[in-house]
């Protein structure tokens, strides 16, 4: 009963993240998915790449419809580079969340989720985090939220940091090459997003392994 009750508080600490990142979407999400076309980053010129990797960081504490961008990306840019900016786009919203919650989060962790509550947290991510981590890059709301748990509990940056590239690195070529070919529904890439981070981190976990021992 007592597991239970701390795995609540801490599941409670993850419904209040949600909520952070989940309202101003409701309230501003779908005014920016209207504002950010192609011809809206298109009309930057040389420095669309920027704008981009901009918007793509500060999906974070602003709701970007950060597919939108990383298919106007791949129209601009094409598959490679406009794969390559929408990664980087997306690892650094992700290393943004992980860094700010693992400085300056444990105080609110523990406000929300109790030291005990938290410490059910470390274990859970200790042993699905980077799992975890993986699969939420895809998923509106949860990436955050589970970037801003991942630096909460204290998960190693450096499994962060791969659990995350295999992530985004998936979900970023994939809608680069919606957005150059055009293609008008993105359930292919959603399905490659969501089917190749676990792939990749099950290769990237056994050179982890061998790097520590």
Do not use: H
């Amino acid at each position: 009963m007592l597991v239970c009750r701390e795995m609540r508080r801490f599941f409670l600490l993850m419904l209040v993240l949600g909520l952070l990142v989940l309202v101003p979407f409701a309230i501003w999400g779908e005014g920016m998915e209207t504002l950010w076309t192609v011809a809206r980053l298109e009309s930057f010129g040389q420095w669309a790449w920027l704008v981009g990797l901009g918007l793509l960081v500060g999906d974070l504490v602003v709701p970007m419809p950060s597919t939108v961008v990383m298919s106007a990306l791949g129209y601009v840019y094409g598959i490679a580079i406009g794969g390559v900016v929408a990664t980087f786009g997306a690892m650094g919203s992700a290393m943004l969340g992980y860094c700010l919650c693992r400085w300056v989060g444990e105080p609110v962790a523990v406000c929300l989720a109790g030291k005990e509550g938290l410490e059910a947290g470390k274990a859970l991510f200790g042993r699905y985090g980077p799992w975890v981590v993986a699969l939420s890059r895809c998923l509106p709301v949860m990436a955050e939220v589970m970037a801003c748990l991942a630096g909460m509990t204290g998960m190693p940056w450096r499994r962060f940091l791969v659990a995350a590239l295999a992530g985004c690195v998936p979900m970023g070529f994939a809608f680069a090459a919606v957005g150059q070919l055009g293609a008008d529904s993105p359930v292919v890439a959603l399905l490659v997003s969501a089917l190749v981070p676990p792939i990749l981190w099950v290769f990237a976990r056994r050179l982890i392994s061998r790097s520590e021992n």
